[in-house]
């Protein structure tokens, strides 16, 4: 996966920054059985599984939006509508199946959550 444009000597061993987004959702997952009901912020799920899936084919719906975010749907619909204000996301109707959506991150989004991914990517591997 190419950067967009984020400076940075660390390239993770392991593939992607997105592989780093898909570490970082086992260990955020593993955190919430750890301290259950201790830590949630829907809206941070939300972009970091949408991140995960930035590299290949798989598109996110809003209902696996919804379910990556742990929180009750009502709640995640309403994150997913402040990052859309925010401009960090934006919705995409499915042109075969009208009654499904599509979510990704825009360029802004894509841009500040690889910024985070490369931190994270450096405190294991520091730059050079």
Same mark, same amino acid.
């Given at each position: 996966?190419?950067?967009?444009?984020?400076?940075?000597?660390?390239?993770?061993? #392991?593939?992607? #920054?997105?592989?780093?987004?898909?570490?970082?959702?086992?260990?955020?997952?593993?955190?919430?059985?750890?301290?259950?009901?201790?830590?949630?912020?829907?809206?941070?799920?939300?972009?970091?599984?949408?991140?995960?899936?930035?590299?290949?084919?798989?598109?996110?719906?809003?209902?696996?939006?919804?379910?990556?975010?742990?929180?009750?749907?009502?709640?995640?619909?309403?994150?997913?509508?402040?990052?859309?204000?925010?401009?960090?996301?934006?919705? *995409?109707?499915?042109?075969?199946?009208?009654?499904?959506?599509?979510?990704?991150?825009?360029?802004?989004?894509?841009?500040?959550?690889?910024? #985070?991914?490369?931190?994270?990517?450096?405190? *294991? #591997?520091?730059?050079?």
């Amino acid at each position: 996966m190419e950067t967009t444009g984020a400076s940075s000597d660390v390239a993770p061993p #392991f593939g992607s #920054f997105a592989e780093v987004a898909r570490r970082y959702i086992k260990l955020r997952r593993k955190r919430e059985r750890v301290w259950p009901n201790l830590f949630h912020d829907p809206s941070w799920d939300i972009l970091i599984d949408l991140y995960a899936a930035s590299d290949g084919d798989r598109r996110v719906s809003v209902t696996s939006a919804c379910i990556a975010s742990a929180a009750p749907t009502s709640t995640a619909l309403r994150h997913i509508d402040r990052l859309i204000i925010l401009g960090l996301i934006e919705r *995409q109707e499915d042109v075969e199946d009208r009654r499904r959506v599509y979510l990704s991150l825009t360029a802004k989004g894509l841009s500040l959550s690889e910024d #985070f991914m490369i931190g994270l990517a450096e405190l *294991q #591997f520091p730059p050079r």
